[in-house]
């Protein structure tokens, strides 16, 4: 299998997948636990930092960093579809595909839009009108961004670089896009 052109040390990567057929992907809380479970064994064997995610009832948003040459993105995200797929194969008696083909890779390149992509991915259980504040979804890298979890699955300092503080990111995040459209951070 030939690596890709972007799979190398310290690329960026925005990963997202979902439920074949639009279907749903997460089926209850315990399934979005598991994911979390294997992001982190994974991310820790195939050397990938996760800078900003978010788990959603039908899809998911990754925004990982490579930190080896030996170890692609591409094997990370295989290995955590193919085993979650298995296991819930397993659970619910069912057989076949659970994502809609390979998950998409956005090779991102350049360092501004790093806090735009981190925005767009905390969002979307607002956009979907799954929750009215988002640290309340509990499926996301929000709460660690905004110091309401102890521990952390996201890497925060790539993201956090880009602001002079937590409350900064937080406005950045909460505040509509199109107060900052000519704002420059740091």
């Known amino acids: 299998m030939e690596k890709d052109r972007f799979f190398y040390k310290d690329t960026f ?4 997948n979902r ?3 639009k279907e749903t992907i997460f089926y209850d809380r315990e399934d979005y636990i598991f994911f979390l479970r294997k992001i982190r064994l994974y991310k820790e064997k195939h050397k990938i930092s996760i800078l900003c995610y978010c788990l959603m009832p039908n899809h998911f948003h990754l ?7 030996e170890m692609p993105v591409g094997k990370f995200i295989s290995d955590l579809t193919n085993s979650y797929t298995k296991s819930i194969n ?4 069912r057989s076949g595909v659970l994502f809609q083909g390979r998950t998409r890779n956005k090779h991102i390149d350049k360092q501004e839009y790093f806090i735009w992509l ?7 259980p607002i956009n979907a009108k799954l929750v009215n504040n988002i640290e309340d979804w509990e499926f996301s890298s929000a709460k660690d961004y905004f110091g309401l979890r102890k521990g952390s699955l996201a890497d925060k300092n790539e993201i956090m670089a880009n602001f002079l503080s937590q409350r900064e990111f937080i406005n950045f995040i909460k505040e509509p896009t199109e107060k900052y459209e000519h704002t420059k951070f740091k």
């Open 63 to 69: 925004f990982v960093k490579q930190l080896t040459d």
């Open 118 to 124: 981190c925005k767009y991915i905390l969002l979307n």
């Open 13 to 16: 990567h925005h990963l997202y």
């Open 90 to 93: 397993k659970k619910y008696k």
């Open 19 to 21: 439920g074949a057929n």
